[in-house]
């Protein structure tokens, strides 16, 4: 079967044989000796060391870092909360402690054995995983004497937040909760139930406003019992936070927007300072601090006016009639005489379309200044077609429309100028020429937040420095752009809004002891049918947006102030008032009182 | 006659080898029980691993009957296109390989991810004892530079993975195989001379920071700033609290072993040692060096050089690993990732270590065949 007979003489290597069986020998000593010195030797100090104590490792929570107005009252603080723990390598009965502690919170057993294991699997061994967050305090009264006798429970007192101004900074500050899934994973400084920003400032800032956790080192016996504690790492405080906002001011603004649902801002035009953000409607965001029932945020999460949107800059609004601003400002640009007229019919027709102008007989003769005082449409769809859309395009995009302003808030949008290209590419159609005309009177596609329209305005009243706003009061000026618009041209704009304000359609803002200017806006959510249809005619959601802009200067201190009003009606009808009473805080109330009264019966302008 | 042929066959192959290695599973089957169980509201709950290492056990021996069936002088002419193969996976796995938790390995078959750095080492194995096999008297220069280079080439590649811990493993197998077969003395003296000079130049040139970080802590624990000390300190605690008689089966683990993150794979025998102490962990060694002598045995009855060449290589192969990982264990030797063979955790290992036990028993069986003629 096998001819390979010649191997007969083949003789392993002497020398490589030996050093195998010298290898095992010398494996043999070597681990003898080992686990003898290892187990024998020093077999009873390791013993000890395993058995007697061992040291753990404790978190220290840092104090989060509070968040103060302009005039240092506070907008958020922490409070005292107490959270149930459990250590499960101490605890000898777990499901008895489980049923313990339902007992005495009366939440449904399930939930506990559901929080337990979802902290068993992210957990590390020895780290308490806490069983109930922010315990009232007579509970804990009742179950801190009968403590002693469950090993392994705890209570731990850590820091809650609250927010004294609830609804009123809600959109701003944003809130707290335990840290998700994902954030765990992304971020290694957190342990289940650790607390971090979801939304505004306590989102944006969350690294500053957290500190760093410090560490305690705990020695134990081998029941778990701590028996001596020293600090390892001091806990260090989170940064306090100063905002530019104020109160009083933000107070004044939401009750002047009072039901209307929508945005106000109050910019300083120098500092791009904001002392004021409103948002509206609003929500109470210390619901979210402490457990959020499937209740709250269902009625959250599906109310028809949806509160949580912040609308001065999560929201984007069609400009209307403030656009002309901006267009107006194109035209200097472009070199057009403002001297030159437009006869206004009250409409213009380009092919079979006909564009209406708001005032249904016509302005008659309009020049640039007029056209802004009494916002006539037709002179702007003629002048469009002259300088066309690529020219309104670059020329808006240049004036910060169309991106973010920057605002240390979370999802920001950035509004829409439309184009050509983008037309093509969203739609996959040419531009019409029609679509210039709709463009150039702020409706058609164009969308703007109204921190965008601040800080327009305010560029236009400080030499065309387009700022991020500044929602933090310690924060230097950044600017972030410029205003393609000569000096002579901001004060041609600002001239024209100065006689709107008192003359044309936001006179309603206009006040004998301050220099004030404004412009009205009534967007467009609906097409217009053959005549405009006054505010209770139409369905809520077909209602016009209502915007004014405006500025107002009284003892060397100027304001910007943005007043969009979600589906409120017409601009000067429905900002106006609402403008005119936030100025009112801004530069006292006005005198004689009795004045005022009038107006508010008056009606629209 | 073919059963007449089989019952000899039988007969001759080396029992106690299997024997001692079926001793050694069935303790890392026992010990995995214990390491892996962890205490949950009610009870214990044994980790699927334990479950999952029986069926490598038995995919293993099927693996192990396979390897006994043909007359292993057939494996000769395959050495040359399996190496060549496992070069060009090891090519492969830097151009298309998974990489799992920073280091490139695998290379996804769909159902299963191959380790080509596990083929590698049976077919370095296979091919530097082939090549030397050829060779009767003590390797001159070039015979032994030729052998330093194939083992080189696979090195290399798994070396860039990175996979420190195999590579080391197939240089040092290699070199155990070179100076079984025996050198010229004046290379073996240079070769000491050169060996201590290489570690500096690889820790300045080849080692990555991690790598250079574990030499430092193991030097120096205190030092450490991230607690990788940690590992060896609590390892050496539960060894020694085992003292003489141990803690006792499932006593030990749940106590300080929760501290050991690879409990059931490289640092499986500290639990061993923990819950058996000293009694047990000599015993465990004793069967290690019988196991290592069973094979030795099989090296010098092999009827050719290739046999004895191979079962060296396998000898050497089991040698390292268990040097290398229980001087880890006790605090002999920096951290690397090489597992217990039998004891740890490992669904490849476990089947690559009984395709070569298949080999040695082979090897064993067919010692005497040409004297039946």
Sequence with gaps: ?605 | MISGVDRRLLVHANWPLLGFAALLFLAGIVNLYSASGERLENGIRVAPFFYRQILWGGIGLCALILCTLFDYRHLKPLAFPFFAVTLLLLVLVPLIGVRVSGAQRWISLGFFNLQPSELAKISTLLMTTTLLSRYQSPLDWPRFSLTLLIAFLPCALIFIQPDLGTALLLLMLTGGIILYHGIRLSILKVCLVVLPVLPPLGWFFLLKEYQKKRILTFLDPSQDPTNAGYHITNSKIAIGSGEIWGKGFQEGAHHLLRFLPEKHTDFALAVFSEEWGLIGSLLLLTFFCCFLLCIANTAREAKDRFGSLLCAGIFFYFFWQILINIGMVVGLIPVVGVPLPFISYGGTATIVNCILLGFVLNISMRRFMFKAR
């Design chain 1, 1 to 605: 079967m096998h001819t390979e007979v010649f191997t007969d003489g083949y003789q392993p290597p002497r020398m490589g044989q030996f050093l195998l069986y010298a290898l095992v020998v010398f494996l043999f000593l070597l681990f003898v000796l080992r686990f003898w010195y290892l187990q024998v030797l020093h077999g009873e100090y390791y013993s000890r060391v395993a058995h007697d104590t061992r040291t753990r490792s404790e978190r220290v929570y840092a104090n989060r870092g509070i968040i103060l107005d302009a005039r240092g009252r506070l907008l958020a603080e922490n409070r005292p909360a107490y959270y149930l723990t459990l250590i499960s390598e101490d605890c000898p009965d777990i499901p008895a402690t489980l049923a313990q502690v339902s007992q005495w919170l009366d939440i449904p057993p399930d939930q506990i054995r559901i929080k337990y294991r979802q902290g068993r699997k992210e957990g590390k061994f020895f780290e308490p995983l806490v069983l109930a967050a922010d315990v009232p305090f007579e509970r804990i009264l009742q179950i801190e004497p009968q403590l002693f006798l469950w090993p392994g429970l705890t209570v731990e007192t850590r820091q809650r937040r609250y927010y004294p101004q609830g609804e009123l900074f809600a959109h701003i500050l944003g809130y707290v909760a335990e840290a998700n899934g994902e954030e765990l994973k992304a971020d290694e400084e957190l342990r289940l139930g650790d607390i971090v920003g979801k939304q505004g400032i306590e989102y944006m800032q969350e690294k500053r406003l957290r500190g760093i956790k410090g560490a305690n080192i705990l020695e134990v016996d081998a029941l778990g019992r701590p028996l001596t504690k020293y600090q390892k790492a001091l806990p260090k405080a989170g940064v306090n936070l100063t905002l530019a906002l104020d109160i009083d001011l933000q107070r004044a603004a939401s009750q002047a927007l009072g039901e209307e649902s929508g945005a106000v801002v109050i910019m300083e035009p120098d500092t791009g300072k904001l002392r004021a953000l409103v948002s509206h409607p609003s929500y109470d965001n210390n619901i979210f601090t402490a457990r959020l029932s499937a209740r709250d945020w269902a009625s959250l999460a599906e109310h028809p006016r949806h509160p949580l949107q912040n609308r001065a800059v999560q929201s984007v609004y069609p400009p209307g009639s403030v656009w002309k601003l901006m267009m107006a400002g194109l035209l200097l640009e472009q070199g057009l005489d403002p001297r030159a007229t437009v006869s206004c019919a009250g409409y213009v027709s380009l092919g079979s379309r006909l564009f209406r102008c708001h005032r249904q007989g016509g302005h008659g003769q309009v020049n640039m200044m007029n056209s802004l005082i009494l916002s006539c449409d037709v002179y702007y769809y003629e002048m469009a077609q002259k300088v066309g859309i690529d020219a309104i395009e670059r020329f808006a995009k240049a004036c910060g429309f169309g991106k973010r302003t920057a605002i240390d808030l979370p999802h920001e949008h950035s509004g829409l100028v439309p184009g050509r290209e983008w037309k093509l590419a969203r739609f996959h159609e040419a531009w019409q020429r029609g679509e210039t005309l709709n463009i150039a009177i702020g409706q058609g596609f164009t969308l703007v937040t109204p921190v965008q329209m601040a800080v327009f305005v305010s560029a236009l009243l400080n030499e065309g420095k387009l700022l991020k706003p500044v929602l933090l009061e310690g924060e230097e000026p950044e600017v972030t752009g410029t205003l393609p618009l000569s000096a002579p041209h901001r004060a041609f704009i600002l001239e024209a809004m100065r006689a709107t304000a008192s003359s044309g359609t936001a006179r309603r803002i206009s006040r004998p002891d301050a220099v004030m200017g404004g412009k009205t806006g009534t967007a467009q959510t609906v097409r217009i049918g053959e005549r405009r249809l006054k505010k209770n005619e139409m369905e809520f959601l077909h209602r016009d947006h209502a915007w004014l802009v405006s500025w107002g200067m009284k003892d060397g201190k100027t304001y910007v102030v943005v007043v969009m009003a979600e589906h409120g009606g017409s601009g000067s009808g429905t900002a106006g008032p609402i403008t005119a009473r936030i100025y009112e805080s801004l530069f006292g109330p006005l005198t004689p009182p009795g004045r005022q009264q009038v107006s508010r019966e008056g009606g629209q302008p």
